[in-house]
């Protein structure tokens, strides 16, 4: 099998998913072009002319249907040579596309491919596909769709994580958020998009006393997912502080073999997908972060940095309690709970903070892990390449 590089690998800042939103006037292609742009302008014609482009999205309807990737290809004026694939699955969906296009690499099929994902949740709002699958009840009660959040609650009475844990996850979140925006080596792959050149949904003001004093907000779904939910109840924990911000944002990476050109930046180690209890939920991320540390031979205090999706408050939670891992080196420059959630594009904005931050502390080692509703999850281990 043939070894696989990221050559670089860029991101949108983060935009509120509001018509006012910093990134709200800008079609999800439009998004995806202004990334192609500067790989472009960063790493020369190789990302002008791909073999293929590998788009994850989740809402693909309205603003987002009609084959988005081949609407990008088409957009940003790609050659027609190159092949153009939509993918769907659900939160993972972008590091699903890079793990596609890792494969294509290194089975010898493709040399050069961009892959990342899109969400303009500003214009393709959350559910808004309006899918059968969110109201079937001709499913056993533990396969019907439960939404992520309610998961959420879920998981934390499953687990025995405490509101305390979700506060105290929450506010380091922001506060390494806000700190990481005055940290220039943390953004080098963040590209100024439109008119946004910073992170919009942050909470600067959060404290503590903040976060104790805010409700709980998603109890009521108990009532409406009851049949899903198979009877059972549990107290509701998670506030609009420890769920990730809805957003509009995209990330994209070009990866093919050492021959493209500029020295690349990483050499992929290993990657791994992972289904999981659709009733756990949210837990398949930590089944796919499992199977890649064993497919690499590796533990996980032997990554000097990791981007750990923070699909609400309990999962961080649950990671930062369940592993042997030193919190220093986890999500360094902030997480989803305080910059948002764009839901194709999240695993392709993390492996390019990834990259930033490995940069940033000389590291080695590198590891993204993404999870999802209904039992998704995704995770990827780099080699950073030292370029100096």
Known sequence: MTDVYIH?????P?????????????????????????????????AAAPDALLLGCVTQSGT???????????????????????????????????????????????????????????????LGDRASFYTAADLPPHARFVPPVLGADRLAHAEGIARA?????????????????????????????????????????????????????????Q?????????????????????????????????????????PRARVVAFAECGGDPAASLTAGFAAMDKVLARAGLTIDAMDRIEFMEAFAVTIAKFLRDYDVDPMRVNVGGGHLAKGHPMG??????????????????GRLGLVVVTGAMGVGAALIVERIDRS
């Open 8 to 12: 670089d690998a860029v991101r949108t």
């Open 14 to 46: 983060r935009g509120k998913a509001r018509p006012d939103g910093g990134l709200a006037k800008l079609s999800p292609q439009e998004l995806v072009r202004q990334q192609i742009v500067a790989l472009r302008a960063r790493s020369g014609d190789a």
């Open 64 to 126: 987002q249907g009609g084959h988005i990737a081949l609407v990008v290809k088409l957009h940003a004026g790609l050659p027609h040579e190159t092949a153009a694939h939509s993918i769907n699955n659900y939160c993972a969906s972008g590091l699903s596309a890079i793990g596609q296009a890792i494969a294509k690499v290194a089975s010898g099929e493709m040399n050069s491919i961009l892959a990342g994902g899109v969400e303009s949740m500003s214009s393709a709002p959350f």
């Open 165 to 221: 844990d979700l506060d105290a996850v929450a506010l380091l979140s922001q506060q390494r958020a806000v700190a990481a925006e005055d940290r220039p080596a943390l953004q080098r792959s963040r590209i100024d998009t439109g008119t946004l050149s910073r992170e919009e949904c942050l909470r600067p003001r959060t404290s503590a006393e903040t976060l104790a004093g805010t409700p709980p907000a998603f109890g009521d779904l």
């Open 223 to 263: 009532d409406q997912y009851a049949a899903a939910l198979g009877g059972e109840r549990f107290a509701p924990l998670h506030s609009i502080a420890h769920a990730p911000p809805i957003c509009d944002g995209a990330g994209l990476a070009l990866l093919g073999t050492d021959r493209l050109g500029d020295a």
């Open 345 to 362: 594009a999240s695993g392709a904005i993390l492996t390019s903070a990834l990259l930033d931050a490995l940069d940033a502390c000389d």
